[in-house]
Structures are given as structure tokens and as C-alpha cells.
């Protein structure tokens, strides 16, 4: 590439509740930085290829997570979920699903990534069964269902993920949220966790944005 770029990263991951909670401040940001920036996701890779269903330990620490989460953000939480046996803990299932649709229809994938919380958090919705997201994509009009099922599905798609976990870790992202400039390649952080839009906005008047 040549000439100056400017791009806005944005790192989450679909099972991590501060990024839920962060939507509203994130949206708001984004809106007053104005489009003139390409943006971009990387998943984060919160909790990954988990081996076992969640145990009292995990539950009773979201529980509590989610109750601060919730305070501090005002975003509405469902905590039935938490009293099921048999679900995984595993972010790397919606983190595939966001990439799928980064393929098939990449100008949406922040709306999809953001309704998949949605439906995690507000509604318990079970992110390990593909229904999940097939609903989602018929609720957004995107009728891609056989593309998404094909991709999703593919040894290629579960690589990609892996690659995008791992692109998070090599710039020294372990928290999430977390949202930066790619200032002609220079990264230049806009907030570590959860932030308010203005305090956003105001790192990103820092860098002339």
C-alpha cells in the first residue's frame, strides 16, 4: 500500500461481557469519528476450545461478572443460562461465526457480532448450536444460510479464527475491549477495556481523528 492510511481495530470477542457491555460507548464513538476510516475486527480469543461444560466455579464468577457488568453499563442480562449443565464455555464457536460473516457479507460483521451478544446475554441463547446464527442472519435479511453452514463448518474458516486469536495476542492484547488507530502502521491505542464514548473521542481528537 501506498501513501497514508488511517484505520480504526477494534479487538473483542462475542462471549466476553464487557464487550457487551462496552456496544453502546463503542457505537457512539464510532459515529462521531465518522466514516472516513476503514474499520476492522480481530477476535480476541476470551476463552477458546473449551474441554468440559462450565462447573460451579465459572458460574458463580459470571454471575458475579455480569452483575458488575450490567451495573456499570445499563445493558440488560439473562442468567438462566447459568443453571445449565451442559453448556460449553466456548468463544471460539461465535468467534468462527463472526468470521463467516466477514466473508459473506463483510460491511455487517460489527452488526452480527453485536447481535450475537445480544442474544448470549439478554436472551441466553446457546452459541454452541448453528440455529443460533442462522436466526440471527434471517433477522438481519441476510440470506446466506448454505454459505454460512458450508463455511462454518470448514477446516479453513476454524483456521482463520486461530489466525485471528493469535494476531490479538502479537499486539499484546490479552484484555478486551480494546480499540486502536493504525495510524500508516503505527498502532496507536483509543482505550484497554471498558471506556466511555467521550473518553474515546477524546484520545481520538489526541491523534487528530
Same mark, same amino acid.
Given at each position: 500500500?501506498?501513501?497514508?492510511? /488511517? +484505520?480504526?481495530? %477494534? ?5 466476553? !461481557? ?6 453502546? &460507548? ?36 459470571l ?20 443453571? /445449565? +449443565?451442559d453448556? %460449553? ?5 461465535? !468467534? ?6 466477514? &466473508? ?19 436472551e ?37 479464527? /486461530? ?24 498502532l ?8 466511555k ?13
Amino acid at each position: 500500500m501506498t501513501g497514508k492510511y /488511517r +484505520k480504526i481495530i %477494534y479487538i473483542g470477542d462475542p462471549m466476553c !461481557s464487557w464487550c457487551y457491555g462496552f456496544t453502546p &460507548e463503542l457505537n457512539q464513538a464510532l459515529e462521531a469519528i465518522g466514516t472516513d476510516y476503514e474499520f476492522e475486527m480481530i477476535m480476541g480469543g476470551l476463552k477458546p476450545y473449551a474441554k468440559s461444560p462450565m462447573d460451579e466455579n465459572l458460574t458463580g464468577f459470571l454471575r458475579g461478572h455480569w452483575h458488575e457488568v450490567a451495573t456499570a453499563t445499563g445493558q440488560p442480562f439473562k442468567y438462566d443460562l447459568l443453571e /445449565r +449443565k451442559d453448556f %460449553y464455555y466456548d468463544s471460539e464457536v461465535p !468467534s468462527r461465526a463472526v468470521l463467516v460473516v466477514r &466473508e459473506v457479507s463483510p460491511e455487517r460483521e460489527l452488526e452480527f457480532f453485536q447481535r450475537v451478544q445480544h442474544a448470549f446475554y439478554a436472551e441466553n441463547q446457546n452459541t454452541n448450536q448453528t440455529d443460533t446464527y442462522l436466526r440471527i442472519l434471517d433477522e438481519m435479511g441476510i440470506s446466506a444460510q448454505n454459505r454460512f453452514l458450508e463455511k462454518f463448518s470448514s477446516t479453513l474458516l476454524k483456521d482463520k479464527t /486461530r489466525a485471528d486469536f493469535r494476531r490479538a495476542r502479537e499486539m499484546g492484547v490479552s484484555g478486551f475491549p480494546a480499540l486502536f488507530l493504525d495510524d500508516n502502521g503505527l498502532l496507536k491505542l483509543l482505550c484497554s477495556g471498558y471506556a466511555k464514548a467521550d473518553q474515546i473521542e477524546g484520545k481520538a481528537r489526541q491523534f487528530d481523528i
